[in-house]
């Protein structure tokens, strides 16, 4: 298995455009999460669904940050307008929602927004 | 709501030096826990958890961690550390009332010097 997947690795963009990451979870993981990494707040978790229906999003920042996943194999992330105090590293992971609950991180997604 | 906490920010070691990384935790029904590592420039891998059973696990690469129920900690250590683990140590958690949901300390950065 690949492993979680996450796309952009990278991207920098300007105050107000919209960012849209996504994400790969491993086949067959049927939990899926999306969390921020800063070094000021460390790892927040945003939001995190359960076969595909979102079960809590108590940690997403604002009306900006939206997340989705309309299929078991992808989910994205979007910030809309993009703000400079967005910038951090956005991770996702899974896992199965049965049995231990180990999470699988993908590789990350750095966003800069000037 | 549930924490962790992480009183150590930062720890500068030699190699072969003993470490000790403190990680609390507020809840008072069952837990499951875990160390993350995160390598310089890469994603969170799993270093050992905690279920049920035996308080002290064993988890890759020497360390191991002590779950402790009356002082709610779960102390990651290692007896020789090595310039390889030059890493971020986190601790996590998921609560007994969320089978999902796993919240992370700030994180404790482990500099060592060769």
């Known amino acids: 298995d690949a492993g979680v997947i996450q796309s952009p690795r990278h991207e920098v963009t300007e105050m107000g455009q919209e960012v849209t990451l996504r994400c790969k979870p491993i086949s067959g993981h049927n939990s899926l999460f999306w969390y921020r990494q800063t070094m000021m707040r460390g790892l927040e978790l945003l939001i995190y669904f359960n076969n595909n229906v979102p079960i809590d999003d108590s940690g997403m920042p604002e009306d900006r940050f939206s997340a989705k996943m309309p299929n078991a194999s992808f989910s994205t992330l979007k910030i809309q307008p993009s703000e400079p105090r967005d910038s951090a590293v956005y991770f996702c992971?899974?896992?199965?929602?049965?049995?231990?609950?180990?999470?699988?991180f993908g590789a990350g997604s750095r966003l800069t927004v000037l | 709501a549930q924490s962790v906490s992480q009183h150590n920010h930062h720890v500068i070691l030699s190699e072969a030096a003993s470490l000790e990384l403190g990680c609390n935790y507020s809840?008072?029904?069952?837990?499951?826990l875990f160390w993350y590592v995160q390598y310089p420039g890469q994603h969170l891998q799993l270093l050992l958890k905690y279920f049920s059973g035996d308080p002290l696990v064993k988890g890759i690469k020497g360390f191991e961690a002590e779950f402790i129920k009356s002082k709610f900690s779960f102390n990651l250590r290692k007896p020789s550390v090595q310039w390889s683990d030059t890493a971020e140590y986190f601790c996590?958690?998921?609560?007994?009332?969320?089978?999902?949901?796993?919240?992370f300390g700030t994180g404790t950065l482990l500099a060592v010097q060769p």
């Open positions: 996590a958690v998921i609560t007994g009332g969320a089978t999902n949901k796993l919240i």
């Open positions: 809840y008072g029904g069952t837990v499951n």
């Open positions: 992971a899974s896992t199965l929602s049965s049995g231990a609950n180990v999470l699988t």
